[in-house]
């Protein structure tokens, strides 16, 4: 598999939601996923900013692919240990779907880098969200949109009207409704992509939860 997910508690008491898709497939694909989960987390035992974090990945991982041309998109996001602040960076990846409080509509946060492995020098834009008013997270891969219907791919648009219709569920419930959703929607045809999702509620806020 090249896509790797986890949530990882910090030296700083902070939790790191993380998403990371390796172009290709197979053990190569694997193999480096593998790399950047272990870059991340000796980079996460020494407190460090997400504005560093993502540029030390970055440069690890050209470090390691050097001239074979092999790069890895990733989206991670931050929530403070005192948990008042979101902070998302996203490079090359699927947006960052943000679930306010109330009716307000979702918001999302779209690369703002090329993904790791291509470029030494870049530049990351971290976002900033007041925590009180984010009542959950939702971070994917492109497997869990981009399969087939009898009428075409099912598409990004379609996954966030899922989220939107499906916004007040639980966590549990939600990934049920979407893995079903998945399973009758492409007449349980095998998936070649793989399908990761990630998803935070605030249970300060989710009262649903």
């Known amino acids: 598999s090249g896509d ?14 993380v998403t990371v898709d390796v172009m290709g497939k ?11 989960r272990t870059a991340l987390r000796i980079l996460l035992e020494t407190p460090i900013p997400l504005s560093e974090l993502a540029p030390s990945l ?24 005192k948990q008042q602040q979101l902070e998302v960076v996203n490079a090359g990846h699927c ?13 999302e946060v779209a690369p703002s880098a090329p993904p790791m492995g291509l470029f030494k020098e870049c ?17 994917v891969s492109d497997g869990i ?4 219907t009898p009428e075409g791919i099912w598409g990004w648009p379609a996954f966030l009207d899922f989220c ?19 399973s009758e929607g492409s007449g349980k045809a095998p998936i070649s992509d793989d399908q990761t999702c990630i ?9 649903t939860s």
């Not at 991982?61 to 240990?81: E, N, R």
């Not at 947006?95 to 918001?107: C, E, F, S, W």
């Not at 530049?123 to 007041?130: D, L, N, S």
């Not at 949109?145 to 087939?148: D, K, N």
């Open 4 to 17: 790797y997910a986890e949530a990882i508690v910090g030296s700083d008491g902070c939790l790191y939601l």
């Open 26 to 36: 197979g053990v190569s694909a694997a193999f480096l996923a593998v790399m950047i």
């Open 58 to 81: 970055n440069s690890i991982l050209c470090g390691l692919v050097g001239d074979m041309t092999l790069f890895a998109t990733f989206a991670i996001s931050k929530i403070d240990s």
């Open 95 to 107: 947006n960052t779907i943000l679930v306010p409080i109330g009716d307000h509509p979702l918001d």
């Open 123 to 139: 530049t990351y834009t971290i976002e900033r969200f007041p925590l009180n008013a984010v009542q959950r997270v939702i971070m």
């Open 145 to 148: 949109f981009e399969w087939e």
């Open 164 to 182: 939107e219709r499906n916004r007040s569920l639980p966590s549990k419930p939600f990934m049920d409704h979407l893995s079903k959703e998945i």
């Open 199 to 207: 998803i935070w509620s605030n249970l300060q806020t989710d009262i």
